[in-house]
């Protein structure tokens, strides 16, 4: 195998005591030979480090790691840009350290990205195991295990402009692409949304139907506190990552598709009482031209900052 196919895995672990052993033995199962695996563990206070060495002291002969143990938290977009700048793969990937690998994952996205040269990064189907361990497809497929809908790549930009519509673990990035565009923004508190829509501006993505990941979904994960009653981390990172699509988006096409995001997060971010990112999306809704009864009473709600979350908590 030629060097140039490495793939490099970035893993960063925080208080995952429970799960990084699985998730450090899915990347030693990957078919696909040619990796790297780089562990940083960003100040866990748990049991993290303990289980990492211990995994490490019977499995360094299967493939080549290095390791980085952080006495102090690192926002997590400048620690992995800190990483993704050692890496020496054609191909990256961003392992979480409660997620798992499926052993043919790296195989089947590399052979896509090979026959698409120019593309950002390939994603696929993820199993999503949540917090009463019941599991789905983040597809909707059918009890063929075939997909309900066709994944279209041809207006992917508006696509993640509108909705949430890439299961972001399963993302294998080519490496000197994700370089060239500064890896993750350092400015924002989470990445995923950001670097989508960046990338899918001004490059293709290739999507391989395989199911390559297992996504937990639990209490301490980033995204349940998406909606935070009055203290949400992170609705101000959805603000900036709108205001930099606004700037972004060329057609009317894609102002509307911003018009339905700007929308979804507006209704959450005032049911959960977060009025500051809600009277910055109002704003932007207004300069991309909403007008709907629906949005000029959201608009109003942001100004008055009514408050009816406890509402909120109690139907979510």
């Known amino acids: 195998m030629e060097a140039e196919e490495l793939v490099t895995i970035i893993c960063i672990t925080y208080n995952q005591e429970k799960w990084?052993?699985?998730?450090?033995?899915?990347?030693?199962?990957?078919?696909y030979y040619y990796k790297e695996l780089i562990i940083v563990d960003n100040g866990s206070t748990d049991g993290t480090?303990?289980?990492?060495?211990?995994?490490?002291?019977?499995?360094?002969?299967?493939?080549?790691?290095t390791?980085?143990?952080?006495?102090?938290?690192?926002?997590?977009?400048?620690?992995?840009n800190d990483y993704l700048i050692q890496a020496k793969g054609k191909y990256v990937v961003d392992l979480s350290g409660d997620d798992v690998l499926f052993p043919d994952h790296i195989s089947k996205s590399v052979k896509?990205?090979?026959?698409?040269p120019f593309a950002a990064f390939c994603f696929s189907d993820a199993y999503i195991l949540d917090q009463i361990n019941e599991i789905s497809t983040f597809y909707p497929r059918n009890h063929a295990g075939e997909l309900?809908?066709?994944?279209?790549?041809?207006?992917?930009?508006?696509?993640?402009?509108?909705?949430?519509?890439i299961c972001s673990p399963t993302q294998v990035f080519h490496s000197e692409i994700l370089k060239k565009n500064g890896g993750y923004d350092e400015e924002l508190f989470y990445e995923d949304f950001d670097v989508q829509v960046r990338l899918?501006?001004?490059?293709?993505?290739?999507?391989?139907?395989?199911?390559?990941?297992?996504?937990?979904?639990?209490?301490?994960?980033?995204?349940?506190?998406?909606?935070?009653?009055?203290?949400?981390?992170m609705l101000p990172?959805?603000?900036?990552?709108?205001?930099?699509?606004?700037?972004?988006?060329?057609?009317?096409?894609?102002?509307?598709?911003?018009?339905?995001?700007?929308?979804?997060?507006?209704?959450?971010?005032?049911?959960?009482?977060?009025?500051?990112?809600?009277?910055?999306?109002a704003d932007l809704g207004g300069r991309i031209g909403l007008k709907s009864l629906r949005f000029k009473w959201y608009r109003l709600w942001a100004k008055k900052r009514w408050d009816i979350s406890w509402l909120y908590e109690k139907l979510t």
């Not at 199911?211 to 981390?233: C, F, N, P, T, W």
């Open 237 to 281: 990172t959805t603000v900036k990552v709108c205001l930099k699509i606004e700037a972004m988006n060329q057609t009317a096409e894609e102002n509307r598709a911003l018009g339905e995001r700007v929308m979804y997060e507006l209704k959450h971010a005032l049911w959960s009482a977060n009025f500051d990112p809600a009277r910055e999306l």
């Open 148 to 165: 309900k809908e066709e994944i279209l790549l041809t207006n992917i930009y508006e696509t993640l402009v509108k909705r949430n519509f």
């Open 20 to 31: 990084i052993e699985e998730t450090l033995e899915s990347v030693k199962e990957q078919e």
């Open 67 to 80: 390791t980085h143990f952080l006495e102090k938290t690192k926002p997590y977009c400048q620690l992995f």
């Open 200 to 233: 899918a501006r001004n490059y293709p993505l290739v999507f391989s139907d395989h199911i390559g990941v297992l996504k937990r979904k639990h209490a301490a994960s980033m995204s349940e506190g998406q909606y935070k009653r009055y203290d949400s981390k």
């Open 49 to 65: 480090v303990d289980r990492i060495k211990h995994w490490l002291s019977q499995n360094t002969s299967y493939l080549y790691v």
């Open 112 to 116: 896509e990205l090979k026959s698409a």
